[in-house]
């Protein structure tokens, strides 16, 4: 008779940090929608992400890509962090990479790692991207009068805004933005894109 695997550390962290991912997002989605008076039907008009999927992300049931979680956000009209976070707020906080919350595409070749932890009054949030040699991420428009600041570290990386022409960018080039129209961030070369991002928002209207 086998000896029965065991199941490595890292393992056990990975799944332990995905349940704690699929728990938080679901409680701060049900909240949110809660605060703003929609129903699942309505929220489902809304962000174009069904009624099935939104009970399932509610309930811990499912884990959303970031595709998902951006028309969602979208949808409830909030930030992207706005889903993700509840770190009280401290005048320091260090977050080892182990711990921090990495959301992945479908197909797992584009990887979006938050550097920063979240809060509701924060008007930007920084981001680490991935994208494997080959891979093509279509994003949502975010909401209105939000900005990417951003820059590749490795790699090379083109991005289309819009119906504009595609942008170019080597190691060390750095670009702009206004995202609240659909872009795409692709790797055309052979080695994984590193790059780093700067969300910003525009001040609630009062």
């Known amino acids: 008779m086998k000896p029965r695997s065991k199941v490595s550390d890292p393992e056990k962290v990975t799944a332990s940090e995905a349940l704690e991912l699929k728990r938080r997002v679901g409680s701060n989605l049900e909240l949110l929608r809660r605060q703003r008076g929609l129903s699942l039907e309505r929220l489902a008009a809304q962000s174009g992400v069904s009624r099935a999927m939104l009970g399932q992300i509610e309930a811990g049931e499912s884990a959303p890509t970031i595709a998902v979680l951006w028309k969602i956000a979208r949808g409830l009209g909030v930030r992207f962090a706005d889903l993700l ?122």
């Open 85 to 206: 976070g509840d770190e009280p707020e401290q005048a320091v906080v260090v977050l080892p990479r182990a711990a921090a919350k990495v959301l992945r595409s479908q197909d797992g070749r584009f990887e979006s790692r938050a550097l920063f932890p979240f809060d509701r009054e924060r008007r930007a949030e920084f981001y680490e991207l991935r994208l494997s040699a080959g891979c093509v991420e279509m994003a949502e428009p975010h909401a209105e009068g939000t900005y990417e600041n951003l820059v590749v570290q490795q790699g090379c990386l083109a991005l289309t805004i819009g119906d504009r022409e595609t942008i170019h960018l080597l190691p060390g080039d750095a670009v702009y933005f206004r995202a609240d129209v659909p872009h795409v961030y692709a790797n055309p070369g052979a080695e994984e894109t590193l790059a780093y991002l700067v969300m910003t928002y525009a001040s609630p209207r009062l």
